[in-house]
């Protein structure tokens, strides 16, 4: 879930940016050192390969036999396939808005 918050806050920090780059927004003050658009990306592209990583650690559990129940295992994996999907939403989303942007400057 901390995945999805933090996908929330990318979405609103870039749609700040976009207004910025476009001219139809103030200027906002610089975020703190570690709250900026990189550091909230870099983060959620951290957590879903964490998620990932759990994901397959589950599964490589249950086929080994240890005691893990199947429905924790669909569980993580599933958690980790909506943040892969999220986070693959939020590239295509910046693609677009970029272009945007640069359509916007020519």
């Not at 550091?39 to 998620?51: A, C, F, N, Q």
């Not at 005691?67 to 939403?89: K, R, S």
Request: negative net charge; without cysteine.
């Amino acid at each position: 879930m901390d995945a999805i918050r933090a996908a929330g806050s990318i979405h609103s920090q870039a749609l700040r940016a976009i207004q910025q780059a476009a001219g139809g927004g103030a200027a906002t003050p610089q975020p703190e050192p570690g709250t900026g658009f990189a550091d909230t990306l870099k983060r959620v592209i951290g957590d879903v390969s964490e998620l990932q990583v759990e994901s397959q650690n589950a599964i490589d559990a249950f086929v080994r036999g240890d005691p893990v129940e199947i429905h924790q295992v669909m569980a993580a994996v599933e958690e980790a396939g909506i943040a892969l999907e999220l986070l693959i939403e939020i590239r295509n989303r910046l693609t677009e808005a970029y272009r945007t942007v640069i359509q916007m400057q020519n």
